[in-house]
């Protein structure tokens, strides 16, 4: 089934969005302009030592750069002379407000910025020795790489004095500020210098304002930051996808870059590993299928549809399919038609690591893209892992244990399905021969694995079951829970799937509500936590009573906040309920008799089945089915 992708039709799209940059600027934007020239002219190609690849293509650079000026040779020690010499070391970076603009303006922005450095350096007979470049990165990020290459060549001792446009173009963060101007600028013999804003270290008396600057660039970051992620997250809460790369099994709809469509070759790999999981397949035995089959794993299907995505550990996508990777699939709900995105969101704005959110403070949105998992499947394998994930209190409990395979590979129906009722443990699967002695058949059986570890002597359910006879037991009982549902008259269904969503609405927009009202505490209470140090600082309360109502502020805070995770998690456990009373009622309507028994008809209807032991009068034993699904 899956080997027909390898000659059947390819469906290529790329998953990146669409974003400028000034590689699309075409070069006569740069050369027909005036500033072009001005540049040609006031630039002496025999002192560069180090020009950014870019600038080199853009002014049609001839002289080399020279490969030797970032590293420092043995015994080489850079010796630091007092006072400040001609050579001057230029930095222009493009920023990402500037990477947004129309192509003009951004051609403008680049030779503006050179202009003005270079025609600074004439005016005060500076010699320009290094042009460092960089585009679409935030002053505030410290891996910059012209940025650390200018850096290294400072250390090195190849220039005199930095220059740039603005402070801001050099760093927008306080603590690189302090590092570099205030520290090894001084160590290296350094002058810094940023035309427009008039940051000038050579200047004693200058510090403050440039740490000033520092304080207000540093805080234009941060507002930016959270208005960016305000913005995304509002696009997010409205079914949109702003993702950089779309899971495996869905492309970026090429009509609407915040949508996704199903990929068909990457999604019938992807309702395949859930059927084999569903029935009773491991990790382990789905790797296996998927690599013998010789199916393309997700970052190499990627790479071979034209994608840019690149996997950290194998840039070239993997060759074999891993457990990790299928048990990331079966665990992700966008199968089921679930938009979730801020799944993780990053510290801080200077710092680049991230934390995951719980489910509660994620964006989560229903029928935003087609489902690619049947729902009676996805909810076999959620059930498998939810019960996986409870706790129990008894070490030995086996209830959610894990199908396990013959010796064959094949899981059988009743796998981890069939309890005792006196000891607990489960129903395990022997063949005994039966027929004539010569030509003896093997038939399967179901045995309490206490009585066969202990031979008898731990458990008084001594006696097995044919697994054929339990099959009919439970094929039979599963056919009268159908029944029952469509012996209902069309008034009962309709009362019952109105009544569920009634009332689960009901809570849930109460709930809400609360939520809401809650949340505006909160805000008003900070608010007024945010005064108090107006009126502290103002004298207009005593310091005493500024810790009592700071106190007071903060614990009720904390008491507010508490109270949302609890509705948050309440109104989630609330659909979760609802939409299994709703998936319960999408099973009955898609069987109308069964049959025969197989495995994920068993695991669909049953949670369990408790088997008793063989009444010796009546030669009957008890067999109770605690069932996933009900029609009574």
Not at 330 to 335: A, G, V
Request: charged share 30%.
């Amino acid at each position: 089934m899956l080997s027909e992708q390898k000659g059947g039709e390819t469906y290529s799209y790329n998953n990146t969005k669409s974003s400028y940059s000034i590689q699309n600027v075409s070069l006569e934007d740069y050369t027909s302009s005036v500033e072009y020239k001005a540049i040609k002219d006031l630039l002496v190609e025999d002192s560069l030592i180090y020009c950014t690849e870019f600038i080199r293509k853009l002014l049609d650079i001839k002289k080399p750069n020279d490969t030797t000026c970032f590293t420092c040779g043995e015994g080489n020690q850079i010796v630091y002379k007092l006072g400040y010499g001609k050579r001057t070391l230029l930095y222009v970076r493009l920023s990402v407000e500037d990477i947004q603009r129309k192509d003009t303006t951004v051609s403008k922005s680049i030779l503006n910025q050179l202009l003005l450095l270079l025609q600074y350096c004439k005016d005060h007979d500076l010699e320009v020795v290094g042009i460092f470049y960089e585009e679409d990165i935030s002053g505030g990020d410290e891996s910059r790489p012209e940025w650390n290459k200018s850096l290294t060549f400072c250390e090195r001792g190849h220039t005199d004095t930095y220059i740039c446009k603005t402070q801001s173009r050099f760093a927008r963060d306080v603590e690189m500020i302090e590092r570099y101007l205030h520290k090894r600028f001084i160590e290296w013999n350094i002058r810094f210098l940023s035309i427009v804003d008039h940051s000038d270290t050579s200047q004693k008396g200058n510090k403050l304002q440039r740490q000033i600057t520092a304080i207000v660039d540093e805080n234009k970051i941060a507002e930016q930051s959270i208005n960016t992620k305000a913005t995304l997250r509002g696009k997010n809460k409205a079914g949109q996808w702003t993702g950089s790369f779309a899971c495996y099994g869905y492309i970026e709809d090429p009509n609407d870059q915040y949508h996704l469509v199903v990929d068909p070759p990457a999604a019938q790999v992807v309702q395949t590993i859930y059927k084999m999981y569903a029935e009773g397949m491991g990790y382990f035995k789905i790797c296996k299928y998927l690599n013998e089959h010789n199916i393309p794993t997700p970052s190499k299907y990627k790479k071979l549809q034209g994608s840019n995505f690149v996997c950290p550990v194998a840039p070239n996508g993997s060759e074999f399919w891993n457990i990790d990777t299928v048990a990331k699939i079966l665990k992700d709900e966008t199968y089921d038609g679930l938009l979730i995105q801020n799944r993780t969101e990053t510290i801080s704005h200077n710092i680049k690591k991230s934390r995951k959110l719980p489910k509660s403070e994620q964006t989560i949105v229903a029928c935003a893209h087609e489902r690619i998992v049947d729902p009676i499947i996805s909810r076999i394998v959620r059930d498998k892992f939810e019960a996986r994930a409870k706790k129990s209190s008894d070490s030995d409990d086996t209830i959610h244990a894990r199908p396990k395979p013959d010796k064959n590979g094949e899981v059988h129906i009743f796998s981890q399905k069939v309890y005792c009722a006196h000891c607990g443990k489960i129903f395990q699967k022997t063949n005994a021969k039966s027929g004539p002695r010569k030509n003896p058949t093997k038939k399967a059986y179901l045995l309490c694995r206490t009585k066969k570890r202990t031979c008898g002597t731990g458990c008084d359910n001594n006696s097995s079951i044919r697994i054929e006879v339990l099959e009919q037991i439970v094929l039979d009982e599963i056919n009268k829970q159908i029944e029952n549902y469509y012996n209902q008259s069309k008034f009962e269904k309709s009362y019952y799937e109105k009544k569920v969503n009634t009332n689960y609405e009901k809570d849930i927009k109460a709930l809400e509500e609360e939520k809401t009202t809650i949340e505006k505490k909160i805000k008003d209470n900070t608010n007024r936590f945010a005064l108090l140090y107006e009126d502290r600082a103002n004298e207009i309360i005593t310091t005493q009573e500024f810790m009592l109502l700071k106190t007071k502020y903060n614990d009720e805070i904390e008491r507010f906040n508490n109270r949302v995770s609890e509705i948050d998690n309440t109104i989630i456990n609330l659909r979760k309920k609802k939409d299994q009373q709703i998936h319960e009622q999408d099973i009955f309507k898609q069987y109308r008799h069964i049959d025969k028994l197989d495995r994920l008809v068993v695991e669909t209807f049953i949670s369990k089945i408790i088997v008793g032991k063989v009444d010796k009068e009546t030669n009957e034993r008890a067999i109770n089915i605690v069932w996933n699904i009900c029609s009574t």
